[in-house]
């Protein structure tokens, strides 16, 4: 079965960096875009990011020129490079697959995320 | 970007009942929008693609409407398992955007 399993999320300062990892499996991987999503506490769900398989990628406004998503193909993860971090980005980020492989659509499977927490 | 709004923000309702959530978009999306269910602390599941299309494995129940920058996700006979918050999302055109949610609570 579909699997995508996020890493990587922890207490980071305003300004510093954090990695995000997601592992995927029970799917082909290099077929399909994938996207990251995040859920601030209490509050609604916001698109970050998405690449698609071969690595074309598209970015939210709010995290252009600080987040950088990328995959390995033959690894089967995704990853989420988050620098210059703001409070502002204090969410639970989940790894989404998309039901296609090049343009952003929608998501058929979500991991279960894994919380950013940007506080001094 | 296409702005989404969503309403109502949250509903009481009660085992049965028929719910109707609307979700309207600032531009047309050609019926590019897909209608996700999350329960608290677990990560979203898409219930509906394309405005109208069923997902496999979610119950009949269920339904989408609309067309152009208007749109509907319908629950006819609301069941326990159903009290949740629904988001719809566009993917007409990046950057995705979601509607701000409806809590669909017990009355």
């Known amino acids: 079965q579909v699997q995508l399993v996020e890493s990587g999320g922890g207490v980071v300062q305003p300004g510093g960096s954090l990695r995000l990892s997601c592992a995927a499996s029970?799917?082909?991987?290099?077929?399909?875009?994938i996207h990251w999503v995040r859920q601030a506490p209490g509050e609604g769900l916001e698109w970050v990011a998405f690449?698609?398989?071969?690595?074309?990628?598209y970015y939210a406004d709010s995290v252009k020129g600080r987040f950088t998503i990328s995959r390995d193909n033959s690894k089967n993860t995704l990853w989420l490079q988050m620098n210059s971090l703001r409070p502002e980005d204090t969410a639970v980020y989940y790894c989404?697959?998309?039901?296609?492989?090049?343009?952003?659509?929608?998501?058929?499977?979500w991991g279960q995320g894994t919380l950013v927490t940007v506080s001094s | 970007d296409i702005q989404m709004t969503q309403s109502p923000s949250s509903l009481s309702a009660s085992v049965g009942d028929r719910v109707a959530i609307t979700c309207r978009t600032s531009?047309?999306?050609?019926?590019?929008l897909a209608w996700y269910q999350q329960k608290p602390g677990k990560a979203p599941k898409l219930l509906l693609y394309?405005?109208?299309r069923l997902e496999s494995g979610v119950p009949s129940r269920f339904s989408g409407s609309g067309s152009g920058t208007d749109y509907t996700l319908t629950i006819t006979s609301l069941q326990p398992e159903d009290f949740a918050t629904y988001y719809c999302?566009?993917?007409?055109?990046?950057?995705?955007?979601f509607g701000q949610g409806t809590k669909v609570e017990i009355k």
């Open positions: 989404a697959k998309d039901r296609q492989q090049l343009a952003p659509f929608y998501s058929d499977y």
């Open positions: 029970g799917f082909t991987f290099s077929n399909y875009g």
């Open positions: 690449v698609h398989y071969s690595g074309t990628k």
């Open positions: 531009q047309g999306i050609s019926n590019s």
């Open positions: 394309a405005a109208s």
């Open positions: 999302q566009q993917y007409y055109s990046p950057p995705l955007t």
